[in-house]
């Protein structure tokens, strides 16, 4: 399903609260300020930044292709320098959020710190230098917990 950014109603299915991995790409090394987190060298690739929409998916998404979004989490910080290739997403009252970040923690490098100020994970943002690959252990980790993926190009 293709999204364009200015057209975001194939989001509008997604009406249940779950979990979601946004497929970000950062096509230059970038140095990025996080906030209170800090400056990080983010290095040209691809980053899988697990979320968790507890207000509902389409709300929490749509809020991605906002262009007067306020720089609220340090994902925002992110996507101010890089654009959304993909979502993936999984609709379910229960909270996964974490279980697919320490199973992508297994095989991907994690941005430490990142995304997990209201958890006890190391980080929820990984980077693969090739998006093919990302994709494959995102699937990989929704699959480990028995989700219907929803996958939406952007």
């Given at each position: ?30 140095l990025i300020t996080v906030g209170k987190l800090g400056t990080f060298m ?30 609220r989490w340090h994902i925002d910080y992110l996507l101010k320098e890089g ?9 379910s009252k229960e909270r996964i959020e974490c279980t697919i970040a320490q ?52």
């Amino acid at each position: 399903m293709a999204l364009c950014k200015k057209d975001i109603s194939s989001l509008k299915k997604l009406t249940s609260k779950g979990t979601y991995v946004l497929i970000v790409e950062l096509p230059k090394d970038t140095l990025i300020t996080v906030g209170k987190l800090g400056t990080f060298m983010f290095s040209a690739g691809f980053y899988g930044y697990v979320g968790s929409a507890h207000g509902g998916l389409y709300k929490r998404l749509k809020r991605y292709f906002s262009p007067s979004r306020k720089r609220r989490w340090h994902i925002d910080y992110l996507l101010k320098e890089g654009t959304i290739k993909a979502i993936f997403a999984c609709e379910s009252k229960e909270r996964i959020e974490c279980t697919i970040a320490q199973r992508l923690q297994q095989t991907l490098a994690p941005i430490l710190g990142f995304g997990v100020s209201d958890c006890l994970c190391l980080s929820h943002l990984y980077y693969h230098p090739n998006e093919r690959a990302l994709r494959g252990e995102i699937i990989r980790a929704f699959n480990s917990c028995m989700c219907s993926i929803i996958e939406i190009e952007a």
